[in-house]
Every structure is written in C-alpha cells, then in structure tokens.
C-alpha cells in the first residue's frame, strides 16, 4: 500500500506568504462559482476586443494564479526558488495566437531556439521546452496533412516550414542536452502531430530520450496507439518519451464529432478516461527500458499508482525516465510533497504576454470551476494551511 504523502499543507504551501495563501484562495473561490468564471470570461473578451483596459486586472489576479510571468526573464526567481526546493520547471512560452505570418513563425521558432538556451542557462532547474504544435505552423495546414488533403503549392510551402522548425528544435535540444515535449491538441490535427514527433524520435531518441509526445488519455484509441507505437519503436531502434495527461479540449471534441456526424474519439465517461490513463501509465511504466514517462496529472490516485507501480518494480524515485508534473498555480500539495519524498518533480510554467495567454488562462478558470473536484480540494487544502499557520502563531 503505497504511504499517502499529499495531505501535507505545511510543505505543499511552504514557498506561500502569507498573502499570496491568501490570494490564492480568493482565486479558487471565485472560480469555483461556475457564474463567476462564465461571466468573467465573456467580460474578458468582451473587454480585449474593444481594448478596454483591463489588463492590469487580468495580470494581478488570474494571471498571477496560472503564469509565471510575461517573459522567461520574470520568471527565473521563481524558478530558482522551486529548484532550491528540489521542484524542476518545464518552460512553456503559452502564447496561443494561431495562423500567424512565415516571418513571424520564423521570428518565433528563433526565440524558441533561443529559450533553449536560456532554460539550459539555469543549470539543472529546468529540464524541458515544452511547445505546441500549433506554435510551430498554421492551424489550417496541420488539420489538412491530418486529413491527408492534398496541398495547394502555399499550403505545401507551409506544410515544409512546419516541419523545418520542428526539426531545427529538435535538434537543438539533442545537440545541447534540453528534452522538447511537445504538447497535444485537437483531434483532428493530432495524428499528423504524431507522425512528425514520431519521425523527430525516430532521428534524435537514439542514445538519450530528447523528444517527448504527448497522448491524451480521455481518447479511448490511444492503448493500442501506445501498443503500436512500442512496436515501431523496438523495430527501429529508438526510444520514445511520452507525456501522459487526460485531455484539455473534451467538450470542443464531443461538439465538434456530434455537429460533424463521427464517432466521438473522447471516452464515454470519466471513469473510462481513467482506466485509459492508469492502464497507458501502466504500460509505460511495465516497458521502461524502452518509454520515458512524463506523468502530466493533477490526479492524486493516478499519481499514487505511479509511485506504487514504481517501487514494485524496483524503479528509483529519481530514475530520470519518470518525472510527475503539475501546472503552476495547480496541486502545490502534489508538487511539493512529491520533490520531497524524492521522486522527480516538475512544474508546467506558463508564460507570455497576458493578451495572448487569455485562452489558456480561460481553460485554466473552466477546469477549477468545479467544486467536486480538484478545486474543492486544492481550497480546502489552501485553507487548512491557514488554519495552521493561525494557530502556529
Ligand atoms: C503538466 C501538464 C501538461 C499538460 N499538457 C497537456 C497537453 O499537452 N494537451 C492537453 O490536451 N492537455 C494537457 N494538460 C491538461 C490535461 O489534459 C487535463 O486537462 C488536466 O490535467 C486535468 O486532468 P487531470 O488528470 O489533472 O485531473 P482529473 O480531474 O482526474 O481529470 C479531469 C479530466 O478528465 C477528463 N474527463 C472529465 N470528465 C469526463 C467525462 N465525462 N468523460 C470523459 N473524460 C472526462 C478530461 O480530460 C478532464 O480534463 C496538461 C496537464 C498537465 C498537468
């Protein structure tokens, strides 16, 4: 039976003053009226589009809450002070403005090469480069090598641009020893998402683990994926680095499949979704000689299970094959209780400007409006600290 170890308030808010304990169960409150996060977020885009000045609002609050900062920069402080605490940092440039120009894919891809630098800078703290798929190239033209569309000669162009940047990337984290994890999206751009990571795998997991996908687990396909993918991989010869998470874009999927008349790829229910999460960990975890997991789960039984699968079979709490991870501003009790029982612990952050992370920070508030769930259980923890720093006093 595996030692409970995420009840510990003490340690899960120990980098918390006393305000910013204080902020963040303001923030959980709020979210967790449904009415509040539904108005809040028809005011925020209500209030962008006719440039209302709102920004600094945004910025002290809900930004606060789920982004390190606006730049890598503002958030090195933080960083450090996770570190010092034995907690790593994923990097994660949240700007999710999509159909951008060449030049400016371009522009970016140089200051995603440059970010990897600057992550490698800061020594061990920060072992990964986390970016989106629709970062690296048109939304448009990923969804139409998806449907296997033939291409226009634009689209084409397009198409070799997206994969040049993801290559270039690559690259360089296999050339200065940074791990890419590349994030997973919608459905219907996803398998081309796959196919181009695999291939990155293929070309740069051949002595070390640099490329990480990703696979979302509320899609019911994805066992014999992982099943598939182990097979090519054994044949090929490479290694594959895999995050593990739930699925952020379920209603958008059942609205899209309903409206369109397919079969919804996203598990009938959440105890489905579960099953497919524990059974993919499982699976990576029974063949880790040849995956390396990245457990991406706020989910403490999920997390749980990883610990007690791991010390069945031997595996060190620091094997660097296995890292757990949280988002910033989320489940500080699992984090932290984590990185102090040794096992490799890390925190998605979140950065940008706060225009362009508003759909991200939108997601964020829509997941914690939910009092049954984690949200109910991150304040009820937030508070308990409260209590006990009050009567430490
Ligand atoms: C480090 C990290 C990285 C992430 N990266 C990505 C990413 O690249 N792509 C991405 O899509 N998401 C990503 N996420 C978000 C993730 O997919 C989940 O939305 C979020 O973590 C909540 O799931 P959970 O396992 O933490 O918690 P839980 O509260 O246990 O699970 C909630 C999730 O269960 C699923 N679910 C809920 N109700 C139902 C239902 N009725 N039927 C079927 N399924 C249901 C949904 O996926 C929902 O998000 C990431 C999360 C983390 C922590």
């Not at 204080?22 to 509040?36: D, E, G, P, T, Y």
């Not at 440039?93 to 140089?110: F, H, P, Q």
Request: glycine residues 4%.
């Amino acid at each position: 039976m595996q030692k409970k170890i995420f009840d510990n308030s003490e340690k899960a808010f120990k980098l918390k003053s006393d305000k910013e304990l204080n902020k963040s169960i303001f923030m959980f409150r709020l979210m967790s009226r449904q009415w509040m996060v539904s108005a809040g977020t028809w005011l925020t885009n209500f209030s962008l589009k006719f440039k209302l000045p709102v920004k600094p609002i945004i910025r002290n609050t809900i930004f606060d809450q789920f982004c390190g900062g606006e730049t890598s920069k503002e958030c090195v402080p933080v960083i450090q002070k996770y570190y010092q605490h034995k907690v790593f940092t994923v990097f994660d440039y949240a700007s999710e403005i999509r159909e951008k120009s060449d030049a400016e894919l371009e522009k970016d891809i140089e200051d995603q090469l440059e970010l990897a630098n600057f992550a490698l800078e800061q020594g061990e703290a920060i072992p990964f480069l986390a970016i989106k798929p629709t970062q690296l190239g048109s939304f448009n033209t990923w969804a139409k090598v998806n449907a296997k569309e033939k291409l226009t000669p634009t689209e084409q162009k397009s198409w070799e641009g997206i994969r040049n940047r993801v290559d270039r990337l690559c690259k360089h984290g296999h050339d200065i020893g940074l791990r890419i994890m590349v994030d997973a999206e919608e459905f219907w751009i996803q398998t081309a998402v796959d196919d181009l990571i695999e291939e990155m795998m293929e070309k740069y997991n051949k002595e070390k683990i640099v490329v990480y996908s990703t696979v979302q687990c509320y899609r019911w396909d994805r066992p014999e994926y992982m099943m598939n993918l182990l097979k090519k991989a054994k044949a090929k010869g490479f290694k594959i680095g895999m995050k593990l998470v739930r699925g952020a874009y379920m209603e958008k999927e059942n609205a899209r499949a309903e409206k369109m008349g397919y079969p919804t790829p996203i598990c009938k229910s959440k105890k489905e979704t579960d099953d497919v999460f524990n059974s993919v960990l499982k699976f990576c975890l029974n063949n880790i000689e040849d995956i390396s997991v990245y457990i991406g789960t706020h989910n403490e039984e999920s997390s749980y299970l990883a610990m007690e699968i791991m010390q069945q079979k031997g595996i060190a709490k620091n094997d660097k094959r296995v890292w757990f991870s949280q988002l910033y501003g989320m489940s500080d009790h699992i984090t932290f209780n984590l990185a102090d029982n040794g096992y490799n612990s890390c925190k998605y952050m979140p950065f940008g400007k706060v225009d362009e992370v508003i759909p991200y920070l939108i997601r964020r508030a829509e997941e914690n409006s939910s009092v049954k769930g984690q949200t109910g259980r991150e304040l009820s923890l937030l508070l308990e600290e409260k209590e006990r720093r009050k009567n430490a006093k």
